[in-house]
Each structure stands twice: as structure tokens, then as C-alpha cells.
């Protein structure tokens, strides 16, 4: 029973298979599911300093793709959220991501609201590759940004 356990762990190791994880992780953490993909880019980039820009691409990728699963999702829910949208709380949150559009995707790298954001604009119907360009630029900052800041504050890594 054990052995199981140290094969996968062994197949999800970052150094053998650093950036389809990172991608596996980024594309999970893009959905609904309560996940952080900057600790797995974190680490890869820890242990292969020289993947900096393909794992700030890969992990960039599969966040984009996990949002536009979002966005699918709220497509596909348009109806069953229907009957909740004339609390004024939610016909204002409505009516400010209609009046911005799919530049309202940019904030989809937010922790908490940033996922639900993406659903919401697919549930609203909005345009689905310029909420996918929005959400890829969003999140592509977000990357560059806290990577560069977590290797300046832990430069020699993070000691366990």
C-alpha cells in the first residue's frame, strides 16, 4: 500500500517533472478549487533557477486555461443562477462587471474573488478570448511580479 503513495510522489516530484506539474497545479488552482500555484512555481524556480521564464509562461498557461474552464462554467450555470441575480448586492457586482467588460478579467489573478470573477463572466455571456487575453495578461503579472518578490525575500530558499 505504501509503495503506491512513493511512486506518485516520485512521478509528481518538481526536479523530474517540474512544468507539467507546475501546469497541472496552475490550470487546478485557476478553478473553483481552493489552491495556490505560486508555492509550486516558487520551489521549481528554487530548484532550477534557469526555468525562471518557462515556468512564469507554463504556470501562466495553465491558470489562463483553468480560468477559461471557469468562464465555461459560468456559461453553462447561466440558469441556475438566474433566479438569485435581483439582490441588489449582485445586480451591482452585475452591472459593474457588464459596464467594464471583459477588462474586468484582469483582476482574475485576486485571491477569492478572482476564480468566481472568471465564471461570472462566462455566466454574463461576455466575449470569451478577449476575458482569455485579459485573464492571461492578469495573470502573467501576477507570476513575474510575486515570483520576483518571494526570490528577493527568500534568496537562499525557504528552510523547513
Known amino acids: 500500500m505504501e509503495a503506491w503513495i512513493h511512486q506518485l510522489l516520485a512521478e509528481l ?3 523530474k517533472f517540474g512544468l507539467s506539474t507546475l501546469f497541472i497545479v496552475s490550470f487546478i488552482s485557476a478553478t473553483l478549487l481552493p489552491m495556490g500555484s505560486e508555492p509550486a512555481l516558487f520551489g521549481l524556480i528554487k530548484l532550477n533557477p534557469d526555468l525562471f521564464w518557462a515556468g512564469v ?9 483553468g480560468g477559461a474552464l471557469s468562464w465555461a462554467m459560468g456559461l453553462g450555470s447561466h440558469q441556475l ?15 459593474w462587471l457588464k459596464r467594464i ?10 485571491p477569492v474573488i478572482g476564480d468566481p470573477l472568471c465564471a461570472v463572466a462566462g455566466w454574463l455571456k461576455l466575449p470569451f478570448w478577449p476575458c482569455l487575453i ?20 527568500f534568496p537562499g530558499g525557504l528552510k523547513f
Open 13 to 15: 516530484a518538481l526536479p
Open 57 to 65: 509562461w507554463v504556470a501562466t498557461a495553465g491558470n489562463t486555461l
Open 81 to 95: 443562477v438566474a433566479k438569485v441575480r435581483h439582490y441588489p448586492v449582485h445586480v451591482r457586482a452585475l452591472d
Open 101 to 110: 467588460g471583459p477588462k474586468a478579467c484582469l483582476l482574475s489573478w485576486l
Open 134 to 153: 485579459y485573464m492571461a495578461v492578469g495573470k502573467f503579472l501576477r507570476y513575474v511580479v510575486m515570483t520576483t518578490v518571494l526570490l528577493q525575500i
